[in-house]
């Protein structure tokens, strides 16, 4: 292997300790996930504090609401990124072994059972406050850009999630024993730091594109266009993204290299294609329909 970067020295663990028999660690993708979200919240405040980025100069909710509407995201984020990656991933083992479900320390989230999870918990937070669903969207895809980025960064730490075999010269060395195996490469196998192409695509670019738009462009003024691109980008992003990703374990098989979860001859689509694949045609259509709406 003449062309690879070695894995940088990092631990998943920021730091740890233990007092008697309990043992506390605070881990890079615990904290991915709380400024995140923290972050989310600054940008939904200040986006609501704009009354001119609004139809009518009238925000869908005030600077409080939003702090309400972190504790449902939190919620649901949590539970559907946990239920969604069992039912998405691996719901015979889990179903055998319903205890593990709950051990989220160990690993094992789903962003699209995490989406599932935030749309059921905006749709509740909309009924229980009064207050319009689409302009709420817009404002949950203006903030979740960040959190993508962030999530990436701490899988890319985390060496999970890594991409295919390559001898690209940013190819990566990842450790393990599952990373390093390729057939027919001695000496470590350098694989796509697929984690890096998304928080790149799906955090940096998807978040300055919706930045844009809603801020220059004033597409908040069109309640629920903001939502499309972002469900466009994000599903456009992970699509292309997915051919790079090394494919989950339990869909690779001696016949099924790719990790193929539907077979069109010589070329498929993995999990996260077609799990991706709704977002995109939800995203364009959104779009159409309200890019034939006048802006208010």
């Not at 509407?69 to 998405?88: C, H, K, P, Q």
């Not at 709420?136 to 999530?151: E, I, K, N, Q």
Request: hydrophobic share 50%.
């Amino acid at each position: 292997m003449l062309l690879a970067i070695p894995f940088p020295d990092l631990s998943p663990e920021i730091f740890s300790f233990q007092i008697g028999g309990f043992a506390f660690a605070l881990r890079w993708y615990a904290l991915a996930y709380v400024i995140g979200l923290l972050a989310g919240l600054f940008i939904i405040r200040r986006a609501v504090s704009r009354p001119p980025l609004w139809p009518e100069g009238r925000p869908p909710m005030g600077p409080d609401q939003a702090e309400a509407l972190l504790t449902w995201v939190i919620l649901g984020v949590i539970l559907g990124g946990r239920l969604g990656f069992v039912l998405f991933y691996q719901p015979s083992w889990y179903l055998s072994h319903p205890a593990e479900i709950l051990k989220l320390w160990q690993g094992g989230m789903s962003f699209h059972g995490g989406l599932i999870g935030v749309i059921a918990a905006g749709l509740l937070f909309c009924r229980r406050y009064g207050v319009a669903a689409a302009p709420v969207a817009d404002c949950m895809a203006l903030a979740v850009t960040p959190g993508l980025f962030l999530g990436r960064i701490a899988n890319f730490i985390n060496a999970e999630l890594w991409g295919r075999p390559t001898d690209l010269p940013w190819g990566v060395i990842f450790p393990g024993g599952a990373a390093q195996a390729c057939a027919g490469v001695d000496g470590g196998c350098a694989r796509h730091p697929s984690q890096l192409y998304e928080a790149g695509l799906e955090g940096l670019l998807l978040g300055a594109v919706i930045w844009f738009v809603a801020v220059r462009l004033r597409w908040l003024r069109s309640p629920g266009r903001v939502t499309g691109v972002f469900f466009t980008g994000y599903g456009a992003a992970r699509i292309f993204v997915e051919t790079f990703r090394q494919a989950d374990a339990q869909f690779v098989t001696p016949d099924n290299p790719w990790g193929h979860v539907i077979r069109l001859g010589d070329w498929g689509l993995t999990q996260g294609q077609v799990l991706s694949l709704p977002m995109l045609a939800l995203g364009l259509a959104i779009l159409a329909v309200t890019l034939r709406r006048p802006k208010a």
